[in-house]
């Protein structure tokens, strides 16, 4: 199964204190360079997934691998640096330092990961791959650049964050919500743009959201209501 990013077999995980499942997950495959829309209304456990998915939680029992290493086996810190190094997130609330200009913040990843480093130097040095990414996101305006991320509007961090997310090739993107704060065409343009450099870079896409009007950018539209088996015995 080497073409997989993530695969799921079998997992299971419940908060501490909770005698029921919070996901209850028999299988989800998710292949190399896909882009996958996946509808995760309130209460659906989208959180936890993402949690175990970035190597934060560990699941009761059952399997996560990502990019072909199972993430039950690793130790925390081996879960963290495979995380650091080829998983990249797009936040909700974006979570950009507020004290670190619109560049800094893209190159946030590149500090906590020489692998990540490394491949944003082979085709230039960072800072100007940060501008790169941010000019394709349609973000490049001189000195703006060098501003903190606190005087951009919200459609302009958003972008970003995305930027940030891309740097140094991560083999996979998980964004949780990022268009929620933005209005229908400012979500057309960023989906379009966010698409292009996922598709360019060939990175898999794992894209959560409850607005099901937004599925129609991606190859393949899943339900994580439909999915989890918890509460539905």
């Known amino acids: 199964m080497a073409n997989a990013a993530i695969e ?8 501490p204190g909770d005698g029921d499942w919070a996901l209850d997950l028999p299988a989800l495959r998710l292949e190399a360079g896909e882009r996958i829309f996946l509808a995760g209304p309130s209460g659906s ?17 059952g399997d996560i691998r990502v ?8 130790a925390a ?6 995380r650091a190094d080829h998983v ?6 974006f979570n950009l330092v507020p004290y670190l200009s619109v560049v800094e913040n893209v190159l946030l990843p590149c500090r906590f990961s020489a692998r990540r480093r490394e491949a944003a130097m082979r085709e230039r040095p960072p800072a100007e791959e940060a501008r790169r990414l941010l000019a394709h996101m349609q973000l490049d305006t001189g000195a703006l650049l060098d501003r903190p991320v606190t005087a951009l509007s919200v459609g302009q961090q958003q972008r970003v964050a995305a930027a940030r997310a891309l740097i140094g090739a991560p083999s996979v993107i998980i964004a949780d919500e990022p268009t929620s704060a933005l209005d229908a ?10 698409t292009a450099e ?9 894209f959560v959201s409850h607005d ?22």
Not at 88 to 93: C, E, H, R, V
């Open 185 to 194: 065409d400012a979500q057309a343009a960023f989906l379009e743009l966010l």
């Open 8 to 15: 799921i077999e079998n997992l299971r995980f419940t908060w």
């Open 67 to 74: 990019l072909g290493r199972s993430l039950p086996a690793l």
């Open 45 to 61: 456990g989208k959180s936890t997934l993402l949690n175990l998915l970035g190597g934060l939680l560990v699941p009761k029992s």
């Open 77 to 82: 810190a081996d879960r963290d640096r495979l």
């Open 212 to 233: 099901r009007r937004l599925e129609g950018a991606f190859q393949r539209s899943l339900a994580l209501d439909g999915l989890n088996r918890a509460g539905t015995a």
């Open 88 to 93: 990249g997130f797009l936040f909700q609330m």
């Open 198 to 206: 996922v598709a360019a870079a060939g990175a898999t896409l794992l």
